[in-house]
């Protein structure tokens, strides 16, 4: 069963959260209108552009301006660890067209490795978010598995993360 992409919220004192362990978690603010976001970027969400489809949503839901909003790409796998066979590499050819240095080929695997919170990271420029307003985690949850879960270093059985965004007001 595919859980929940993102969860968003105007009402005061309720946390949202995603559960992730290896994918992108995003957490998003609007001071605007009080209203914040948890979001669960698999790499079918990036290529899906979840983010931006949750600050059109706020936009559009709650009147929100994306100029103001902040946003914070959690711990999750960076591109030197995240390896996708081709038919995934596919699904990222347009956002690779249009964003250029956002994946690689291995020299010696050839396995191709998309960056996915530099991608995400690009994703909330693009819907209008300033860039001092993105802070982008450093961790890789699959080289810092010792202190992050990670489904592909530790198997599909490994735990998960909560990461949410209180709407405190």
Known sequence: ???VDALVT??????????????????????DQMV???????WRGTVADIVGKT??????QYNC??????????????????????EVAKSFESLTNRMPGVAFIHPVTHKYHPDLPEIN???LLERGLSAENIEV???????????????RKQGIRS????TGILNKQ
């Open 65 to 86: 301006k994306p100029e103001l909003m902040k946003a914070v790409v959690a711990p999750c796998i960076h591109a030197e660890a995240f390896e996708v066979g081709e």
């Open 137 to 151: 985690s450093p961790f890789c949850t699959y080289t810092h598995n010792d202190s992050f879960y990670s489904a």
């Open 36 to 42: 914040v976001a948890a979001i669960h970027a698999g």
């Open 10 to 31: 105007s009402v005061p004192e309720v946390c949202v959260a995603v559960t992730t362990a290896d994918c992108v978690p995003v957490l998003l603010y609007a001071p």
């Open 55 to 60: 600050v059109a949503y706020m936009q559009e």
């Open 159 to 162: 735990g998960r993360m909560l």
């Open 1 to 3: 069963m595919r859980g």
């Open 121 to 123: 990271r690009l994703l």
